[in-house]
């Protein structure tokens, strides 16, 4: 079974940053791509970051491009999420996603880390 565990959430003011981590129990070369949700308290979970792990294209939500970088530390078996010019309305549970078959729905979820963005 793969766990994935996201931890670097928490409290920040608006404007400050906080990166994300999302370490996985098997090489992260398992998966097709790691991909970054969020789910905002009465919202849908919406995508907000994705790497594809053999070359390293990635892809980001419009209201997050410029601000958050998604990368990975092979060694680590770790997924990262710079999050900076932190919005209020980026307040929401942030959730690591890896992707074994995009073709499919072979995938494992994280158990999220809440991100709040206040003053």
């Known amino acids: 079974q793969v766990q994935l565990v996201e931890s670097g959430g928490g409290l920040v003011q608006p404007g400050g940053s906080l990166r994300l981590s999302c370490a996985v129990s098997?090489?992260?070369?398992?998966?097709?791509?790691m991909v970054w949700y969020r789910q905002a308290p009465g919202k849908q979970r919406e995508l907000v970051a994705s790497i594809i792990i053999s070359g390293g294209y990635t892809n980001y939500a419009d209201s997050v491009k410029g601000r958050f970088t998604i990368s990975r530390d092979n060694a680590k078996d770790t997924v990262y999420l710079a999050m900076n010019s932190l919005k209020p309305e980026d307040t929401a549970v942030y959730y690591c996603n890896a992707v074994v078959d995009p073709n499919t729905d072979w995938n494992y979820w994280g158990q999220g880390t809440q991100v709040t963005v206040s003053s």
């Open positions: 098997r090489t992260i070369f398992s998966f097709h791509s």
